[in-house]
């Protein structure tokens, strides 16, 4: 058995933070190229494309990752359309983190020609990260969900409204001045205080009055107490 082989069947039960903590140290550059090689070459499929997505969130091996898929782009088309439902669902999430625009029209051809339900809401979240390529969104809009079981509809309509929601906050107009919404009742998206600071950052005001709103609970700038929902 390859060592790399034998590294991922030791790895197996680990939790993907857990694996990636473990391997990030011991892969090197060239052993990713060498992951590649025995991915595309169709061994270990499944569990190779499960590696790269445990590893991708780490930005300097998601860089590495990257440049091997842009050495092989025609090859994961072909991983899109395996016979194996789990190999397709897996290299569409490593498409979804690592470079979603670059594949988005080999994912909406995948998309549509999908017939397995529960692999269809990973390519739907890795089509709502396609954020700059064209067509996208009306794609989205216009997309179908096939009946089947109850459960599995219910997935595919929540990967879909992510992936749109995703999409949609490109679309948003820019936020209004602070002085807009000085005495009236400010709707915030989060009671979390340090996601309300940033928002309210963007609506123009400044640290010293965030503060203020943040140490007499969002009052002081407002003649109304802040709403949350």
Not at 22 to 49: N, V
Not at 75 to 81: D, G, K, S, T
Not at 119 to 132: E, K, M, Q
Not at 202 to 217: M, N, Q, V, Y
Request: overall charge neutral.
């Amino acid at each position: 058995m390859d060592e790399l082989q034998k590294l991922l069947q030791d790895t197996k039960d680990l939790s993907p933070k857990a694996r990636r903590e473990l391997l990030l140290p011991r892969l090197s550059r060239g052993d990713i190229s060498r992951i590649f090689h025995l991915l595309l070459a169709g061994k270990e499929q499944r569990a190779f494309l499960r590696l790269l997505c445990d590893l991708a969130p780490q930005k300097e091996m998601q860089e590495i990752i990257q440049h091997n898929i842009e050495l092989h782009p025609e090859a994961f088309p072909r991983l899109l359309q395996s016979e194996d439902p789990k190999v397709r669902k897996t290299c569409a999430q490593l498409l979804g983190r690592v470079c979603p625009d670059a594949f988005a029209p080999h994912l909406l051809h995948a998309l549509a020609a999908e017939k397995t339900d529960f692999v269809r809401p990973s390519i739907l979240l890795a089509l709502g990260n396609a954020r700059h390529a064209e067509g996208v969104r009306e794609a989205l809009r216009a997309f179908v969900i096939p009946e089947g079981d109850e459960k599995q509809v219910k997935e595919q309509q929540l990967a879909l409204q992510k992936a749109l929601s995703s999409l949609s906050s490109l679309e948003k107009p820019a936020l209004p001045l602070a002085g807009a919404c000085k005495g009236k009742i400010l709707y915030l998206s989060c009671p979390n205080a340090r996601v309300t600071a940033l928002e309210m950052q963007e609506l123009g005001f400044s640290p010293e009055e965030i503060a203020d709103c943040r140490t007499s609970r969002l009052e002081a700038a407002f003649e109304k107490p802040a709403v949350y929902r």
